[in-house]
């Protein structure tokens, strides 16, 4: 069974502060990762993807893969309001089979 | 409008009726997926699609689910005899081709049973 864990949450950070999300994942043939933000009542929203071990950063948003601890994470700098959202992960093999995902986590930025 | 389309963005049933439910994909995809996210949960994978074809439906439930993606048109998820638990937010979502191949969301359809 292919599994995607993430904490709950609420994670609540200040404005300003970094946030960090984790995720582990039971896969080992996974070789994507998504990071999509969903606030509520909305659809998600792709933020990033990664696929190589490492770091990667587009703008406020750095995404870190760890194949041999099957873990991904995804920090947002100079966190805002307006980042108060879920952000689900999800992985995949290669291709274009489809996502699985995590649960989320409800990130709450406090002005 | 290059984004993934879906309608209706809201659709009440009564139980024991059916319900259609439509997804255009991105300009350029030839992917389609949907998913099924249930109040306070995560989203849970149905079906994958490309045109004609029936690529992955170890999501979708055997019974009363049912799903194509026509060589014209849209792809259409179809649930007959709705029961209240079919009450979910569907997305569908559309991928091209390469190695990421993301996946893109449309806004999905909110599908209640009464």
């Known amino acids: 069974q292919k599994e995607v864990e993430q904490n709950s949450g609420p994670l609540s950070v200040p404005e300003g502060a970094i946030a960090s999300l984790n995720c582990t994942y039971s896969d080992r043939g996974s070789q994507s990762f998504f990071w999509y933000r969903q606030y509520s009542g909305k659809s998600p929203e792709l933020i990033m993807f990664?696929?190589?071990?490492g770091d990667k950063e587009d703008g406020r948003f750095t995404a870190q893969l760890n194949k041999a601890s099957q873990y991904v994470s995804l920090l947002i700098r100079d966190s805002q309001p307006s980042d108060s959202a879920t952000y689900l992960c999800?992985?995949?093999?290669?291709?274009?089979?489809?996502?699985?995902f995590g649960k989320g986590t409800r990130l709450s930025v406090i002005a | 409008n290059a984004g993934v389309m879906q309608n209706p963005r809201h659709l009440v049933r009564r139980r024991g009726q059916e319900a259609r439910l439509r997804c255009s994909p991105m300009k350029g995809h030839s992917h389609v997926y949907w998913y099924r996210q249930l109040p306070e949960e995560g989203l849970k994978f149905m079906v994958y699609?490309?045109?004609?074809?029936?690529?992955?439906e170890s999501g979708m439930p055997k019974e009363r689910f049912s799903a194509e993606f026509p060589k014209e048109g849209p792809s259409i998820l179809r649930i007959q005899q709705v029961v209240r638990g079919d009450s979910a937010a569907y997305f569908c979502?559309?991928?091209?081709?390469?190695?990421?191949?993301?996946?893109?969301f449309g806004p999905g359809t909110r599908l209640t049973v009464t």
């Open positions: 990664i696929y190589s071990n």
């Open positions: 979502a559309s991928s091209g081709t390469g190695r990421s191949g993301e996946q893109y």
């Open positions: 699609l490309q045109k004609e074809n029936i690529i992955d």
């Open positions: 999800a992985g995949r093999n290669s291709g274009n089979t489809p996502l699985v």
